[in-house]
């Protein structure tokens, strides 16, 4: 089962930021927080992993809390092309024993 | 970044027949290969973790006669649909554990007639 609870849906304006919040209350020490997204009929794509610091690159940001039981992936200026299917997930960093699994996500919809 | 390709993209069969789908790690070595399926709506569900050079571990609940998985080499593996029902028809996504990370592919879409 998945390890993480997400809302089932959000609206965001064009060029607006995007927040999409994630609990992962039973998160264990070694476990570091992935999100991806998946863009209708494609594979999920990488978007940003982290284990207890904020995070950002080139796509989003990534907060997490202090007690790591919950994170908040924020996508600074979303567009159209940002409307998809959006994974919060909890593994173990670099263990390939360690499987991917998801959860419902959040369906992000970027409204012009 | 590292790449995962599946073959092919779509494939269109008729009831009865088996269908094979090839995933590919282009520009790194998979120790370990990930299938996964998706119905319409919902989300990715693992069916199997496929090792190179072992037999692959299926999930519960998945047929293991039903869906063949092959880990020949550090850069394929196949999963082939035997004796495909309409039922069956979906979007199977592969994924590849390299470089300390997993990458996935960008899917194909079965459709059993």
């Known amino acids: 089962d998945a390890k993480t609870t997400q809302p089932t849906s959000m609206d965001c304006a064009e060029g607006r930021a995007a927040n999409l919040p994630c609990n992962h209350s039973t998160i264990s020490g070694n476990e570091y927080v992935y999100w991806y997204r998946q863009i209708h009929s494609q594979g999920p794509q990488y978007i940003i992993h982290g284990l207890k610091n904020n995070e950002t690159n080139e796509m989003a940001s990534l907060i997490i809390t202090e007690d790591r039981k919950s994170s908040t992936l924020i996508l600074p200026h979303a567009t159209l092309r940002d409307t998809a299917v959006y994974y919060c997930i909890v593994r173990v960093a670099g263990a390939s024993y360690d499987k991917v699994i998801f959860g419902p996500g959040t369906s992000l919809s970027v409204i012009p | 970044g590292a790449v995962v390709s599946q073959h092919p993209s779509r494939v269109i069969c008729k009831s009865g027949t088996s269908v094979k789908i090839e995933c590919r790690s282009l520009?790194?070595?998979?120790?370990?290969m990930f299938w996964y399926r998706q119905f319409p709506k919902q989300s990715l569900m693992l069916m199997a973790t496929s090792n190179e050079g072992s037999k692959a571990t299926y999930e519960q609940g998945v047929e293991k006669d039903k869906f063949l998985i092959n880990h020949a080499s550090l850069t394929l593996s196949t999963l082939t649909v035997t004796s495909a029902h309409p039922e069956d028809s979906s979007f199977y996504i592969c994924s590849a554990f390299g470089l300390n990370e997993q990458f996935f592919g960008p899917g194909t879409r079965l459709t059993v007639l």
């Open positions: 520009d790194f070595q998979a120790t370990t």
